[in-house]
């Protein structure tokens, strides 16, 4: 890989997803033992400017009445007791069918360049009406669900404050999860305090890991506050990766056959909290994902010391997580569709 290739690629902007208006982040304060020109940024904090509508979405996250089964919430699928994700191959969907991909984690995504591993959906808000109306997933129609949510008062009064309209449309459930998923950042990871100037933040070991991370130049793919998320990158560029998945990549959206098994760059963020990793699952532990990405996106074998080591940096990415207090959910009515958890 070239320095200019590389290089460029510590360039490329993290675009935020949807909910910018519900929560951002907080402007870092500058830092006079600040680290300058690292290919990571640390992560800040989200300030939450519409509260009112963060707590809306939560509800709705966690809500499995916008399941066709009654059972199946965002949070089933993006566990955030888990690091966001479900720490499963794939993911169980409706009456126990099997996902086709991984579950990506859902902290830090409001980063992402766009959503899902094929990047079909451009923003949190696009991404968040997907699963409702997949027959695989969740597997409730839009207008379903939405029937679902006006038969309940407590929702219609929260939806008219909010949105400060009586009806309930399938955009404001998707902008109010939005809102919710842009908050679920995770800042002050042990990495992070060693960026901002606390060289005891990380070990000797880590800092070996990191800086190997950087000259093998596993930097060109991930970079930024997220530490990915920002690039779509072709899965074997030394070699084929061989999987059972049928997922083909970003040639699905772009029909394009030079894109298949081009998927979006995860982040690494909480990396030791999301397994399996790839988008497959196949990768069970940490050390089996960095010696397959060695060899298949930089073309280099790693020697288990040199594995151990950028593991141990990998692990210094865990950030404080979402501090969660799990939403009372309002009570459905007499006229809320019923639902359908065995059979048809």
């Known amino acids: 890989m070239s320095f200019r290739s590389l290089t460029l690629g510590l360039l490329a902007g993290v675009v935020l997803g949807g909910a910018g208006l519900a929560a951002q982040a907080t402007p870092a304060a500058p830092a006079r033992t600040a680290r300058p020109a690292e290919p990571i940024q640390p992560i800040v904090a989200a300030r939450v400017t519409q509260p009112a509508k963060v707590e809306l979405g939560k509800k709705l996250f966690f809500d499995p009445r916008l399941s066709r089964s009654g059972f199946i919430s965002c949070n089933s699928c993006h566990n955030l007791s888990m690091g966001g994700s479900d720490n499963l191959e794939t993911s169980i969907g409706d009456h126990w069918q099997r996902g086709p991909i991984n579950a990506p984690t859902v902290l830090n995504s409001s980063m992402n360049l766009a959503q899902f591993w094929d990047g079909r959906a451009a923003n949190l808000q696009e991404q968040a009406g997907g699963p409702i109306a997949n027959p695989g997933e969740m597997a409730l129609s839009h207008a379903l669900a939405l029937d679902v949510l006006r038969s309940i008062p407590q929702y219609v009064v929260e939806f008219n404050g909010v949105f400060g309209n009586p009806d309930i449309t399938i955009a404001q459930v998707t902008e109010a999860i939005a809102a919710f998923e842009a908050t679920l950042v995770t800042p002050d990871s042990r990495f992070d305090q060693y960026l901002r100037g606390n060289r005891r933040a990380i070990n000797a070991q880590e800092r070996a890991g990191y800086e190997l991370f950087k000259s093998s130049g596993c ?28 997922a083909i990549g970003r040639a699905a959206v772009t029909g394009k056959d030079a894109d298949r098994m081009t998927f979006k760059v995860p982040t690494l963020r909480n990396v030791e909290l999301t397994y ?40 210094t990415l865990t950030g404080r997580q979402p501090a969660i207090t799990i939403p009372i959910l309002p009570p459905s009515s007499s006229i809320t569709p019923r639902p359908t958890p065995f059979g048809n």
């Open 219 to 246: 930097v060109a793919c991930h970079h930024g506050p997220a530490v990915g998320g920002a690039s779509f990158q072709k899965m074997g560029l030394f070699g084929t990766y061989e999987t059972q998945s049928t």
């Open 276 to 315: 399996p990793y790839f988008h497959d699952g196949a990768a069970h532990t940490m050390e089996d994902a960095v010696m397959v990405m060695g060899r298949l996106q930089v073309g280099r074998e790693f020697t288990p010391l040199e594995v151990a080591q950028i593991v141990a940096f990998l692990r």
